[in-house]
């Protein structure tokens, strides 16, 4: 297990479509992120999951948008009915909850590009 | 709710030479972590130093180094000998520690620091 793995790396779609992005945690963290990265700005908070229970959702996520992490492992990130607002960079991270000075480091994934047409 | 605030859009500097990213933060929370992040273009965000707010003493990795001003709520990043493989946008992030656990990251709008040869 080399990292954090996100897939596609780039999507691009037409606006009303359905998206899904998946992304693959390091094996042992507990804690995985959604971040949404827009061009010119620093990642923003989306959601973030210990084990399968989903903690904490920003506002950002309007519901058009579900996360989801079935059996605290892989998670995806699906919107529905893309808006050309929803193009951006999402960026997938993960880390251990508790314990250990590496606790509080968050790995990241390469992210995956959305472009809504 | 905390804010970060990364005043210089863009920054370039000489190969060999000194430069410092400047980062301040708003927060009321008395535990919490300040973080560095590099993201080199297309490529995935690494971690490049974080600091404990409960420590005194500037963490240092390398060539790598912070200032940090808890009173000011400043957190400056100094790379002393740059390299070209310095050349990236460097984003400063703020996270609050909870109960013993992490949380979510607070990043600034980054600055984009180009290395010259």
């Known amino acids: 297990d080399t990292g954090v793995s996100q897939d596609p790396r780039h999507k691009i779609t037409k606006r009303g479509q359905n998206v899904t992005f998946r992304c693959d945690p390091i094996?042992?963290?507990?804690?995985l992120y959604w971040y949404r990265q827009t061009l010119g700005q620093g990642p923003e908070f989306l959601t973030y999951?210990?084990?399968?229970?989903?903690?904490?959702k920003s506002r950002l996520l309007s519901d058009r948008f579900s996360a989801e992490r079935p059996k605290g492992s892989f998670s995806t990130l699906e919107i529905q009915r893309t808006e050309q607002g929803d193009s951006a960079m999402y960026l997938c991270a993960s880390s251990l909850g508790t314990g250990g000075r590496s606790n509080n480091e968050q790995f990241f994934g390469p992210g995956t590009r959305l472009t809504v047409l | 709710a905390q804010t970060v605030t990364q005043s210089q859009p863009e920054m370039s500097v000489q190969e060999a030479e000194t430069v410092t990213l400047s980062c301040t933060y708003d927060?009321?929370?008395?535990?919490?972590?300040l973080f560095w992040y590099k993201q080199p273009p297309s490529r995935q965000m690494i971690l490049v130093i974080r600091q404990e707010a409960y420590k005194q003493q500037n963490a240092t990795e390398n060539r790598f180094s912070v200032n940090f001003q808890k009173a000011a709520k400043s957190f400056s990043l100094k790379i002393s000998d740059s390299q070209l493989g310095d050349t990236a946008m460097y984003f400063c992030a703020f996270m609050k520690h909870v109960g013993g656990s992490n949380y979510k990251l607070t990043f600034g709008k980054g600055t984009l620091l180009t290395v010259n040869p």
């Open positions: 094996s042992e963290h507990n804690r």
């Open positions: 927060t009321s929370e008395s535990n919490y972590y």
């Open positions: 999951f210990q084990n399968e229970a989903q903690l904490e």
